[in-house]
């Protein structure tokens, strides 16, 4: 099993900046990556960033140039820093790991809302 932690989102008007941070624990020794996804209201769950456990980045399009992703996929630890901000970025933002043995798994999500 792994815990995630979250911290970080909240309410921030339009270009605007936050910082998410996300930390693993318990079975972290089978990581394959760590990561966030978002999800807005009425929309599917979607990719944000994520990094792998040797230390590839992904990130979205729609966010490229505005969001960075930083730490460490083996240890299970990542931040998002979130610049720019606009009202599609509105939604709420999920800690996920993904392992080996036990797949994936999920924080309790934390919101962020863009006013324009």
């Known amino acids: 099993q792994v815990r995630l932690v979250e911290s970080g989102g909240g309410l921030v008007q339009a270009g605007g900046s936050l910082r998410l941070s996300c930390v693993a624990s318990g079975s972290t020794f089978s990581l394959n990556g760590i990561g966030w996804y978002r999800q807005a209201p009425g929309k599917e769950r979607e990719l944000v960033a994520g990094?792998?456990?040797?230390?590839?980045?992904k990130v979205a399009d729609s966010v490229k140039g505005r969001f960075t992703i930083s730490g460490d996929g083996a240890k299970g630890a990542v931040s998002l820093q979130m610049n720019s901000l606009n009202a599609d970025d509105t939604a709420v933002y999920f800690c996920n790991a993904n392992t080996q043995r036990f797949g994936d798994f999920w924080g309790q999500g934390t919101e962020v809302t863009v006013s324009s």
């Open positions: 990094i792998t456990n040797d230390g590839r980045i």
